[in-house]
């Protein structure tokens, strides 16, 4: 294969009107202004790439007005990964927000479906009473309660120094006001009541 025979890697790419040249020399001719023509296209494919870059990352358009010099090619490149990789960062961090916000909100689904099922229960066990009969019961629910829960408080929280006070009633809350514990209570005093 001489120099400017047609390489097999480029016979589908190579023009047309070069098939139907039999002079050798005009075939090589053709051949050399297609690849000349084909360098010059990569080498501007490659000029508007780094124009490109050099819109869209922000970093790439701060120019020193004083200099007036153009960025250079390196430059573009390594703030180009910078700007990728605080992207990157920034997409991790959204990430784990979302995240969060998810579990926020599976917790207040659970919450939610849980007073819906306590006021479902209330609504039963009011439905069976009428009247004066179902206020007494209600006020008899209420007071169960805060009885049972003022005793818990009475025994856990202690009222030495405020330290003691505050933190007591930080460790009680968490322990006994819980919304599944208050609503084993609120179940627990429906089925004493009936």
């Given at each position: ?85 605080q992207l990157a960062r920034e997409k991790q961090v959204k990430q784990q927000e979302v995240d969060s916000l998810k579990k ?7 919450l939610k479906k849980n007073y819906e099922e306590m006021l479902r229960h209330n609504r039963s066990a009011a439905g069976a ?66």
């Open positions: 294969m001489s120099v400017f025979e047609q390489p097999s890697f480029l016979s589908s790419d190579f023009p047309f009107v070069c098939l139907s040249v039999t002079d050798v020399r005009e075939r090589e001719v053709l051949l050399l202004v297609f690849l000349f023509v084909d360098s010059f296209l990569s080498r501007f494919d490659v000029k508007r790439g780094y124009e490109t870059l050099q819109l869209l990352v922000p970093t790439c358009q701060m120019v020193d007005a004083a200099s007036s010099q153009k960025i250079s090619k390196a430059s573009i490149l390594q703030r180009s990964v910078d700007y990728i990789q926020e909100v599976m917790a207040l689904q659970i009473l009428h009247g004066a009969n179902a206020e007494e019961l209600k006020m008899n629910m209420f007071k169960h309660i805060a009885e049972t829960l003022f005793e818990s408080f009475d025994q856990h929280v202690s009222i030495d120094d405020f330290g003691s006070l505050s933190s007591g009633i930080i460790r009680w809350t968490e322990e006994y006001c819980k919304p599944q514990s208050l609503r084993d209570l609120c179940l627990q005093v429906i089925t004493q009541e009936k």
